[in-house]
């Protein structure tokens, strides 16, 4: 009996291979044969198929078809003589010639399942790698095996039988996870070892920290995660984590880059089923898939490892567990994407995203063309004012020209870190920023860092709430460079903006844009409620009527005011009239004339400007048009020098008054409108 080769995968098997058989089927040679014949002269072909074995005396013979007259033949297949291990011999005319079910028709059936059901794998798991680029991980989160023996501090040899999926000897970066028996559960690093993916056994050489023994097991230190991965072939592929709450004990590593050498490997996915509930909900987060750091303290718990190219990680949770430093770190990825990732209850960076500062050849020079979407890090352990929700960037000016993040895409993110800093940017370059919340209650929104001196330049941010007390900005900004918030308001940020104006446009003060390439509206101020006349006095008496301009809205240079006033009045005879436009105590504008005689209701309008020179608390403005029209001549205002002394960055106040030369009853004044525009340099109206 010979053992048959299967068909599968290399091909599909056939009727000629596997055979075909029919039931109570026999007949008699007509003609006797010799041992190389291949012409069975038979009685009658009737029930005998095309591919079938026949028997006669102790030889199997293969068929190949059947001729039914004029002299019914069955024709022997090529090499069908001796067939399955028996012997070709002479046979007598007359001897039985049967179909009959021999060891062949099992034995060929045995082996096609058993090539099939190698391919396929258990749960499908080679089938989904092989065909749709899919492997599961928790098809590769092997039982815990416990080999025995005792294990000292440093590399030791470890039998695994068999040996699980998705583990070599040659495996680089590779942990496993030991625990039980005696000394302390910990993350082993492989070493080495003889060990081959799904060999029935093979060792793995592991350096452990401290000693085991007893009846200490074996097992994945990332749920599976890493052993799928280790399946996927190097042009990339498809990891599916289901739901549930996983304990990563050791970093969960994508890629095998290195700071001189870019990753073999590229195109990985890691999906998960979803990234929790939003923060509206109730807490603690919790979500479909969830990955839980149950390693030391001040880990990391997921890392890409490039340079590396499409990546893309989604649908799943990233749990600090209070324990981790890291979530989710990105070393020099390119033209990846996170999707529905969420980063919480980390100790010091949620995530992180770096390049390699190394000048590689025809390819993305730094961490760039990254995506991120609906991606969370927030809810940190802890209230450390040192921590970042997210880091952009390396702190330090790049050896290699490389853009350290460049060119990414963020939309409808949440950034928060209520002590420490939500977004920092460090060696930033044209990011976008897109409807997206960056926050810090008590510590640094966004912090612009490392700018020495032309970064981060041309990063934008559209519709996107900067929520916190500051924005901070390194000193030695060029001003040359911009970054563009559209729009950034005050209820957002209480700070200076004029911090902030140094190095962005965009910037809006609630009502007002303070500073930018786009529209400046500016802002105007009407009081339409006429207030009480001033009348029968000849003290300086101010109206109700005044307008305060905000803190730090005039404190950009060239900022221009201007003030429009109009009204009604009415007098006995010709009395002498000052009307005086004031900023806090100087006058702006000062109009000194002889009323209209004996006036009933007579209109009146003046106008003044003036432009910001010097900034800060002693800062300076300079007065410029002033013109009113009181009794049918224009009058031209006037005031002492042309100069006056202006704090740019405290709240100011704008107020009118009037003068009579005569007290009098008739003698009343009405201050019926009073206007305020402040406009910047570069306004279009």
């Known amino acids: 009996m010979a053992t048959p080769s299967p068909a599968f995968p290399a091909a599909v098997a056939t009727d000629a291979t596997l055979k075909v058989a029919n039931n109570l089927i026999e007949t008699k040679l007509r003609v006797a044969i010799d041992a190389a014949n291949t012409a069975l002269f038979v009685n009658s072909t009737a029930g005998f198929v095309p591919n079938c074995l026949v028997s006669i005396d102790k030889e199997i013979i293969a068929i190949a078809d059947i001729v039914d007259s004029p002299n019914p033949m069955l024709v022997v297949a090529a090499g069908g003589r001796a067939f399955d291990g028996t012997t070709a011999a002479p046979h007598a005319a007359g001897a039985r010639v049967a179909m009959l079910i021999d060891a062949w028709h099992h034995n060929v059936l045995a082996t096609e399942i058993k090539a099939i059901e190698a391919f ?19 098809d590769y989160n092997f039982a815990s095996q416990a080999p025995g023996d005792s294990l000292a501090p440093g590399n030791n040899v470890i039998t695994l039988t068999p040996v699980p999926l998705g583990i070599n000897g040659t495996d680089l970066n590779h942990w496993l996870y030991i625990s039980g028996g005696t000394g302390s559960a910990e993350p082993v690093l492989i070493t080495g070892g003889s060990a081959v993916s ?13 000693s085991h023994s007893g009846p200490w097991t074996i097992r994945s230190a990332t749920s599976g995660i890493d052993e799928a991965m280790r399946q996927l072939p190097v042009d990339g592929g498809v990891v599916q984590i289901p739901a549930g709450s996983f304990p990563i004990y050791a970093t969960v590593i994508i890629g095998n880059g290195t700071d001189t050498a870019r990753s073999t490997i590229n195109s990985i996915s890691i999906k998960g089923r979803g990234y929790g509930r939003g923060a509206d909900m109730a807490f603690p987060l919790t979500a479909a898939t969830m990955l839980v750091w149950s390693g030391v303290a001040g880990g990391t718990v997921m890392r890409v490892r490039g340079p590396i190219g499409q990546v893309l990680l989604e649908d799943f949770m990233i749990d600090g567990n209070a324990s981790a430093a890291i979530g989710l770190e990105i070393i020099h990825s390119y033209y990846s994407a996170y999707k529905r990732v969420n980063v919480r209850n980390w100790t010091t960076i949620g995530i992180r995203c770096v390049p390699v500062d190394y000048a590689f050849a025809a390819m993305v020079n730094g961490a760039n063309e990254n995506h991120f979407e609906q991606v969370m890090a927030n809810d940190p352990a802890g209230t450390s004012s040192t921590a970042i929700a997210f880091q952009a960037g390396l702190a330090n000016l790049p050896a290699n020209s490389v853009f350290a993040f460049a060119s990414n895409l963020l939309t409808n993110c949440y950034i928060r870190c209520d002590k420490g800093t939500g977004l920092e940017l460090n060696y930033a370059d044209h990011n976008s920023f897109i409807m997206s919340t ?71 003060d609630n009502t007002t844009q303070l500073f930018g390439f786009h529209k400046n509206v500016p802002l105007y101020y ?124 405290t709240v100011n106040t704008i107020t009118c008054a009037a003068q009579w030369g005569t007290a009098s009853p008739s003698n009343s004044i009405i201050l019926d409108a009073f206007a305020i525009e402040i406009e910047h340099p570069g306004a279009i109206e």
């Open 120 to 138: 396929i794998g258990p749960n499908g798991q080679n089938l989904a790698s092989g065909i749709y680029g899919q492997v599961i991980s928790a």
């Open 198 to 210: 799904g060999a029935p056994s093979g060792t793995v050489i592991v350096n452990c920290g401290q």
């Open 438 to 508: 960056i926050e810090s209650a008590n510590g640094t929104a966004l912090r612009f860092k490392g700018a020495g001196p032309n970064f981060p330049n041309s990063n934008y941010f559209f519709n996107s709430a900067i929520v916190g007390p500051t924005i901070a900005v390194p000193a030695d900004f060029n001003p040359a460079i911009k970054n563009c918030f559209w729009p950034l308001t005050s209820s957002e940020s209480t700070q200076n903006p004029y911090d902030l104006q140094r190095f962005a446009i965009g910037i809006d």
């Open 526 to 649: 009407a009081n339409t409620t006429s207030p009480a006349a001033i009348a029968n006095s000849s003290a300086e008496l101010a109206f109700a009527r005044s307008f305060t301009v905000p803190a730090y809205v005039m404190h950009l240079q060239g900022t221009t005011v201007r003030i429009r006033c109009s009204g009604r009045y009415t007098t006995s005879g010709t009395p002498t009239l000052t009307f005086l436009i004031k900023i806090g105590t100087v006058n702006i504008g000062q109009f000194i004339l002889t009323a209209a005689n004996n006036a009933a209701g007579f209109a009146f309008a003046c106008e003044v400007d003036f432009t910001v020179g010097v900034l800060g608390t002693g800062g300076s403005a300079f007065r410029g048009f002033a013109m009113g029209v009181f009794s049918g001549t224009p009058v031209v205002g006037n005031a002492t020098g042309g100069g006056f002394s202006l704090n740019t960055i």
